[in-house]
């Protein structure tokens, strides 16, 4: 009786941990990935649509594989990249790049928020050389990120953001 209760317990301690594991592993990888992310053409295409009907602010964003424009919608903001590569690379890519850079968004998102006083939207499109679309990511303040981003100030991407902030704030100053 007793091997077939230690046996029970045995199985439900494992069971246990392994659970936890997993749940732990879907926590880090949400702190590490503050987006939803698709590559549904619909949703993509959808997303993209709402973008560029807005108005553009620049079109100075540069990295090594990609270039790129912001756009303002109300009450989105959005950075659509076209890249040069071929679709399955630009998904991969796309990931890396949304993982390598969330705190330069994230606080992207947070000084257009405050200046505007209200919750904007950001979006980041990604798109092949004749601007097809090949996803697209939604920042989500509500999932945790962290403050460990990986920035490479070489490529470009954190400079480009804050000329993107700056265009921002001059349009909104000629309205003033």
């Known amino acids: 009786m007793l091997k077939k209760f230690l046996a029970v317990f045995a199985i439900l301690f494992v069971f246990t941990a392994v659970w936890a594991e997993k749940i732990s592993l879907q926590k880090q990888s949400t702190a590490d990935f503050p987006y939803v992310y698709t590559t549904s053409y619909g949703q993509s295409n959808n997303d993209y649509r709402r973008c560029i009907n807005g108005q553009k602010i620049n079109s100075d964003f540069e990295g090594d594989n990609y270039t790129g424009s912001y756009y303002q919608n109300s009450p989105i903001h959005c950075f659509v990249l076209s890249y040069k590569k071929d679709k399955e690379k630009i998904e991969t890519d796309s990931k890396n790049f ?5 705190t330069v ?11 505007n006083q209200r919750n904007w939207t950001l979006y980041i499109i990604f798109t092949d050389l004749e601007n097809n679309v090949v996803a697209s990511a939604r920042y989500d303040e509500d999932v945790d990120s962290t403050k460990n981003s990986v920035l490479n100030p070489f490529n470009g991407v954190k400079k480009s953001v804050k000329k993107a902030y700056d265009a921002t704030k001059k349009e909104q100053q000629k309205l003033k």
Do not use: H, Q, S
Not at 98 to 102: I, M
């Open 98 to 102: 949304l993982t390598n850079y969330r």
């Open 105 to 115: 968004f994230k606080n992207f998102d947070e000084e257009i928020d405050k200046d």
